[in-house]
């Protein structure tokens, strides 16, 4: 009951005063940071620099990119993100046509972008090896000018997915994060009054992800929709856009016209270019029992080799996209690859948020032959889960009570929108990375106070949520932010009897 009473308190305050402090969302307001005032532009560019700069980081192209002049351009690294004067991207590696660069990256909307910023006499530019552009046109040709790569017919997906998924989960965390005038505000406050501003500010990041996937499930279905935001979690970030691309050429439905769990593992490894051939490619003697197997229920069904580009190179063996596509098989499998339904079974089994974490965690834990081995030809050390205990809260987090609570909304299901809330806030902490380091750094003085203050994962989100809602609305500029003063800070910190006693697990 108590607990009842401190996410109804919580829930409150985001409506009544986290919601109003930042700047209004909904589904196409969102995307407004990342679009120019100016949208009569007859079919220029829309988007500003900082769009196009993570396209080029995340590298979000469906074919091979060449320039202008016909030159293949095969990136090796995007280089380093640049936020002081000069190129956007530092020391990136390409290899343009045949010839291995070393060099910077600059990025504009348009090529004459770059007579008009004044690079063409600036020595800062004097190593650029490549023009990143939205759209080239005959400017590129011009002389004088680094080869130039254009963008536009480079990403196939929906801008409106894209740059939500791009604003709302990745930047620009992996850029540098000077520390913020809010963080002489924060000092102010005590532990307990901190800590309830991180879980609204979470509980608002958490809401925004549902709407995201609210949305999915209109476009997609709630099962297809559901399989590629799982798909895309085992992918990690060097290869959920491969995981997502298979999850979509092999939807849940080709899956389920399958005869047998032989034939749709095959489809999936096959179709994914992650099927070796045994008579030619080497196999470990105990996987090649299942790589025959599955080989000849591959090509049986004549279907062809999508062109994935995975990343072994910059992950761990336990991360090979062989081992995380096992794991991706056997939920499937478990859940009759029916995902939406094994959710729901879950979650109506549980009677409050903790219980709920529990079943999923249960529904999210697989064993497999896989265990002992990182793809069909390279064992492991010593056999290890498919998804451990952090990999399952991650997805829990990001994925599967982002989605309960957004298909709960669409069919109008209270209790169910409550039971997610409930378990998101009581949901462990996380794993941290770089992204929350730099956050707490930049929010909290001194930043071994975010050991105090951060204890679950929506405190967690909530420094996320802060640097999103608010350092990125104002791209850093601390004194147009409404958190830089004191009056904006009182108005997320306002203490009350419920959640002065929230109750820390």
């Not at 305050?13 to 679009?35: A, E, F, I, N």
């Not at 196009?52 to 095969?74: D, H, K, M, R, Y």
């Not at 997915?161 to 989960?169: E, G, K, T, V, Y």
């Not at 009677?351 to 492991?380: I, M, P, Y």
């Amino acid at each position: 009951m108590q607990e009842n009473a401190q996410l109804s308190v919580l829930q409150d305050r985001l409506r009544h005063d986290y919601v109003p402090l930042r700047p209004q969302r909904t589904c196409l307001d969102s995307l407004k940071g990342m679009l120019c005032e100016n949208s009569s532009s007859r079919g220029l560019c829309q988007f500003d620099e900082h769009f196009l700069q993570a396209l080029w980081n995340e590298q979000c192209f469906t074919c091979q990119p060449c320039t202008v002049s016909g030159q293949t351009v095969t990136v090796l690294s995007t280089g380093t993100w640049n936020q002081e004067r000069g190129p956007d991207f530092r020391n990136a590696k390409i290899v343009l046509g045949r010839d291995l660069l070393c060099g910077d990256v600059e990025i504009h909307r348009h090529v004459r972008d770059w007579w008009h910023h004044g690079h063409g006499n600036d020595p800062l530019y004097s190593n650029v090896i490549l023009h990143v552009v939205w759209d080239c046109g005959e400017e590129a040709q011009s002389t004088g000018l680094p080869p130039c790569l254009s963008l536009k017919d480079l990403v196939k997906e929906p801008w409106e997915h894209l740059s939500r998924a791009l604003s709302a989960d990745t930047y620009p965390y992996a850029r540098k994060v000077p520390s913020g005038l809010c963080a002489r505000q924060w000092v102010a406050l005590d532990d307990d009054s901190l800590r309830d501003v991180l879980r609204i500010a979470g509980l608002a990041r958490f809401h925004d992800k549902a709407l995201d996937m609210e949305h999915r499930i209109i476009a997609s279905g709630g099962d297809q929709s559901l399989y590629e935001a799982l798909f895309r979690a085992l992918g990690y970030k060097v290869n959920k856009e491969p995981f997502v691309q298979l999850a979509r050429t092999v939807s849940l439905s080709r899956l389920r016209a399958c005869m047998d769990s032989d034939h749709a593992m095959a489809l999936l490894y096959g179709s994914g270019g992650l099927l070796p051939d045994p008579t030619r490619q080497p196999v470990c003697d105990e996987m090649r029992p299942l790589a025959h197997k599955l080989w000849n229920c591959w090509w049986r069904q004549g279907c062809s080799t999508q062109r994935l580009e995975w990343t072994r190179g910059s992950t761990r063996p336990l991360n090979y996209p062989e081992r995380r596509l096992a794991a991706g098989v056997k939920l499937l499998e478990r859940w009759e690859y029916r995902p939406v339904k094994a959710i729901l079974g879950a979650a109506a089994g549980a009677n409050h948020g903790k219980e709920l974490l529990l079943r999923l965690r249960d529904t999210l834990t697989v064993q497999s032959a896989w265990c002992g081995f990182a793809s069909f030809n390279k064992r492991l050390p010593r056999p290890m889960q498919l998804l451990g205990r952090h990999r399952i809260d991650d997805i829990i987090i990001n994925v599967i009570l982002p989605f309960l609570r957004g298909f709960a909304s669409r069919r109008g299901d209270r209790a169910l929108q409550t039971l997610a809330d409930e378990a998101f806030v009581q949901a462990p902490k996380l794993q941290s990375n770089r992204q929350l380091k730099e956050i707490v750094h930049r929010i909290l003085v001194p930043p071994s106070r975010g050991k105090a203050v951060v204890g679950h994962a929506c405190e967690q989100q909530g420094l996320l949520g802060i640097y999103h809602d608010f350092c990125l609305c104002v791209d850093n500029a601390c004194r147009l932010c409404p958190l830089a003063d004191q009056e904006g800070v009182a108005k997320l910190s306002k203490r009350n009897r419920f959640t002065a006693h929230f109750k820390q697990d």
